[in-house]
């Protein structure tokens, strides 16, 4: 697993960024306990995985 983008992330999952924005709201503890701020663009590797495995996206 490597780094990826919001946008990246929004886009293997076949939603808008708007929507994936909606649903990271949900994993908003998860998100704050690894360093993550809404504003965030990047995703490290860790996270990207949890993301993947939780929404089921496929990269």
Do not use: H, Q
């Amino acid at each position: 697993m490597k780094s990826r983008t919001k946008i990246e992330l929004s886009r293997a999952a076949g939603v808008s960024p708007e929507t994936f924005r909606r649903w990271l709201k949900t994993d908003r503890a998860f998100l704050e306990a690894n360093g993550i701020r809404p504003t965030t663009k990047l995703f490290p590797p860790k996270v990207v995985k949890y993301l993947c495995e939780k929404y089921d996206i496929e990269i």
